[in-house]
């Protein structure tokens, strides 16, 4: 199937609305992805036709929930490269996924004395859980720094990891820059050292094939709303045999094997992490734009490498602007800075085109810290971003650029 992105723009009913008077631009892809109009309809239809509470039910609808919500659990194997599905626990998103480690991991293997590894690129969803569980166990959280091109830098991270390293946290790709990660190489390092390893796929899902079996992690976390499904949905896989002996995250309805007042025992995975009713709409319209997105995976992720591309040469031609975050290898995103401008006021000024960029510190104060600015402007494409819209956004900024020299 050829590649058409304008007859795919067609299923995102979005993307044919208008902002300010101008047709929407799109470019706000890391924060939140939209959705095709298959995912809305399987909300519908589910709401509509389908809904009941699944696991127990003796009854068709509650029968039929529970198969579209374990199906669910099969395409998400399916979609990280997974034989089965059994580390597949159903999580609100990202963040959800790594507290869940660092809550259950954290508390039965950290002592005092072990080391965190985290990158200086971390989102503060992989941050922060780290932070609370070194202080609970008197761990310490020990940071790789970044080169200035935006790249882990590798040689302090040989360098970081010992004996000590009990946890290495990193992600796939980065929010803020956009880097890729050498995920499968740095997992090979840790797991050098006996390190146990946690990637956040939150920005990879979207945009390339990941093969978890390839990476050889032990937990990977990612949101169904940045890989075109619902907010409110996400997966963290751990590997079974880790899962299994860990300390239930939540207590309650469908974790429990057996509840007597003089003691509960807990079921295995998934649904020993899966405490209470499930966002079942949910996991359902995730499968099905995660089915939508693998159809198209390959050609879309050549497509935004065009888009990258473009954009990258665009932006660099407008005076006074600079990027932030040159790694060869990278996905769709680009920050930026122009000279006498603050990043809100030129997301606000591209707002008024019709043009959605996120501003600020994209949740990785850290990073911004460390490369010593408050910020940036990102913009951030999907597999339905145009070359159009790499123009409007060029012809944007270049007028704003002139507003602020
Ligand atoms: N990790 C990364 C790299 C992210 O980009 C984000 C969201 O922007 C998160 C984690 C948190 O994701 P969520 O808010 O969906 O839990």
Not at 86 to 109: D, K, P, Q, S, Y
Not at 256 to 277: C, L, M, N, S
């Amino acid at each position: 199937m050829a590649f058409d992105v304008a007859a795919l723009r067609q299923d995102f009913p979005i993307l044919g609305r208008s902002v300010h008077g101008r047709p929407l631009t799109y470019l706000d892809n890391a924060a939140t992805s939209q959705k095709p109009q298959v995912v809305i309809q399987a909300l519908t239809d589910y709401y509509t036709q389908g809904n009941a509470n699944v696991h127990r039910g003796v009854h068709l609808l509650s029968e039929e929930a529970t198969q579209a919500f374990e199906r669910s659990r099969e395409v998400v194997a399916r979609f990280l490269g997974l034989k089965e599905s059994r580390g597949c626990v159903f999580v609100r998103g990202a963040t959800e996924g790594i507290n869940l480690v660092a809550e259950t991991w954290g508390r039965t293997h950290l002592r005092a004395g072990d080391e965190i590894l985290l990158t200086a690129l971390e989102h503060h969803a992989n941050i922060v859980p780290w932070q609370v569980a070194a202080e609970r166990s008197g761990a310490k959280v020990v940071v790789v720094p970044v080169t200035p091109r935006g790249e882990v830098d590798l040689e302090a991270y040989r360098r970081l990891l010992s004996p000590r390293t009990k946890l290495v946290a990193f992600a796939h790709v980065s929010n803020a820059l956009g880097t890729v990660n050498p995920a499968a190489e740095m997992t090979r390092l840790a797991k050098a050292v006996g390190a146990t390893v946690l990637i956040d796929g939150c920005q990879a899902a979207a945009h390339f094939r990941v093969e978890l079996p390839a990476l050889g992690c032990d937990f990977y976390a990612f949101s169904g709303h940045k890989t075109f499904g619902p907010t409110g949905i996400g997966v963290l896989w751990g590997r079974p045999e880790i899962l299994d002996a860990l300390p239930p995250y939540q207590f309650g309805g469908d974790m429990i094997r057996k509840v007597d007042f003089d003691g509960t025992t807990f079921r295995e995975a998934p649904e020993r992490f899966e405490a209470g009713t499930p966002d079942i709409a949910g996991a359902i319209g995730l499968a099905v734009a995660l089915e939508y997105f693998m159809t198209r995976q390959a050609d879309a992720h050549a497509h935004e490498q065009k888009l990258l591309a473009a954009a990258t040469e665009r932006l660099l031609a407008i005076k006074g602007l600079r990027l932030v975050g040159e790694a060869p290898e990278k996905v769709a995103v680009i920050s930026f800075l122009i000279e006498g401008g603050h990043p809100h006021d030129i997301g606000t000024l591209l707002d008024a085109d019709g043009i959605a960029i996120r501003t600020g510190h994209h949740c990785c104060m850290p990073l911004m810290k460390h490369l010593g600015i408050p910020g940036t402007a990102r913009a951030s494409f999907a597999f339905y971003n145009t070359l159009e819209e790499v123009d409007r956004l060029a012809v944007s900024l270049e007028k704003i650029r002139k507003m602020m020299a």
